[in-house]
């Protein structure tokens, strides 16, 4: 009972790592992707390297490594490398949930300094290729016009503006979009947190088994 239980944990841990592995792969892909091309350019000048690109890469790596672990934990039934997989996850864990209690204490300061740093980067729109390309992509793709209204144009309202008199500000129109969609991020990041605590209690649980067949085999 006890080969049969550690077996079936073994190969469950590993597929769900090698699963995890590939999509890791695939955000590091399409954010390397997007740092080459760079079609979404910079808005916020203080903050250069808080890119799509960059965010996508070290997520990532972050997954790919965590996942590798988790297999090769697993399926050499290493107890080093299930302990530090386990340590990884919960250290990501509570790296969430700091980070969801520091967003919810100071949404307020954050939202202000979100829209301080829009409003500076629509000044150097005519200036900076890469702050052209992000107003340019965010317009087009939510509909928008400017951080509040078109009114934040002084020097010219762009052509990736919607040629609507009632269209709505960029900051606005992010918003909404966030507390329409809600529900269904907080599901998704519920949904995330459960699998990291299943994976921890899949690590920790393997790991145990490993001691008593060891034990049992008398090794």
Not at 59 to 66: A, L, P, S
């Amino acid at each position: 009972m006890g080969m049969s239980t550690l077996k079936l944990l073994k190969y469950v841990l590993f597929f769900f790592n090698l699963l995890f592995w590939f999509c890791g792969c695939c955000i590091l892909g399409f954010g390397i992707y997007l740092l080459i091309h760079n079609n979404l350019g910079v808005l916020f000048h203080k903050l250069p390297f808080l890119t799509l690109g960059n965010v996508l890469i070290i997520v990532g790596t972050i997954i790919m490594v965590v996942a590798f672990l988790g297999c090769m934990g697993s399926i050499k039934e290493n107890k080093c490398l299930l302990m530090s997989f386990f340590v990884l996850l919960l250290i990501i864990l509570l790296a969430e949930v700091t980070l969801a209690i520091l967003l919810f204490v100071y949404e307020q300061k954050l939202s202000k300094y979100v829209a301080e740093g829009l409003t500076e980067s629509i000044h150097r729109y005519h200036s900076d290729n890469s702050t052209k390309m992000a107003w340019d992509f965010i317009q087009s793709y939510l509909h928008c016009c400017g951080v509040n209204s078109t009114n934040d144009w002084t020097h010219g309202i762009p052509e990736s503006c919607p040629q609507d008199e009632h269209v709505k500000g960029c900051y606005v129109k992010a918003q909404q979009w966030f507390h329409s969609n809600f529900l269904y991020i907080g599901i998704i990041t519920i949904c995330v947190c459960v699998i990291q605590v299943l994976g921890m209690s899949f690590a920790l649980t393997l790991n145990c088994q490993i001691d008593k067949t060891t034990q049992a085999l008398g090794l």
